[in-house]
Each structure stands twice: as C-alpha cells, then as structure tokens.
C-alpha cells in the first residue's frame, strides 16, 4: 500500500507559477513511478506528468509539455511538479499517483492515489 498527500495548490494569477508537493508513505518510495494528473468540472482525469522510480526519464502531456516539470527527491519520498506560466485550462484538482500498472498516460493503470490540490487560475 502506498500513501499520497498532495500539497502546494491554490489560486495563482495567468502566467503565474506554482510549485505542487506529493509525500508518500508506506511502501518503499524508489521502487515506483509517480505521475500527476488533473480534472477540470466536467472534464474526463487528464494525464500531465510522469516520472521512473530514479527520476531518469520523464513524461508529460502536449498541454503542458515546455512549462511543468516533474521530479523526485526519492530520500524525501516526494514528488514535485513545477508548473509555469500557467493559463485558465490548467486550472483543476490536481492528483498525484503512484505505481502504474501499465500506460503511464492512463489513469486506469495507475494504483494509489491522492485526494488531490485545487489549483485556481485566475485572469
């Protein structure tokens, strides 16, 4: 079992930045990838970011490819998403998730996961 607490949302102004936080908890936090997804009212749960369990390789989705950026502090047991430049379609909840059992982009594949941050953008 795995635990996840996200943290860091909030209301942010267009073209401002953010910085969202995930601690996990229970199994070791280095034996799987972590991802964020997000989900606007109304909205089907969209992929934005992924990453491995060394923090090598990263994903993310067309939307938001070139401004957020994932990472890990694996001795924190903590998952980071950098999110820039941000405009009225990133606004959402925002959910951390952990261990994917198959496609990164699916959510379906994905096994833990968090209650999720709002994030607000304003204009």
């Known amino acids: 079992q795995v635990q996840l607490v996200e943290s860091g949302g909030g209301l942010v102004p267009a073209g401002g930045s953010l910085r969202l936080s995930c601690a996990a908890s229970?199994?070791?936090?280095?034996?799987?990838?972590m991802g964020w997804f997000r989900q606007a009212p109304g909205k089907e749960r969209e992929f934005v970011a992924a990453?491995?369990?060394?923090?090598?390789?990263?994903f993310y989705g067309d939307t938001v490819k070139g401004r957020f950026t994932i990472s890990r502090d694996n001795a924190k047991n903590t998952v980071y998403l950098q999110m820039n430049s941000l405009n009225l379609e990133d606004a959402g909840v925002y959910y951390c998730?952990?261990?994917?059992?198959?496609?990164?982009?699916?959510?379906?594949?994905?096994?833990?996961w968090g209650q999720g941050t709002q994030v607000t953008v304003s204009s």
């Open positions: 998730a952990a261990d994917p059992g198959g496609s990164f982009s699916n959510p379906n594949a994905w096994a833990f």
């Open positions: 229970g199994r070791a936090f280095s034996e799987y990838p």
């Open positions: 990453i491995t369990q060394s923090g090598s390789s990263t």
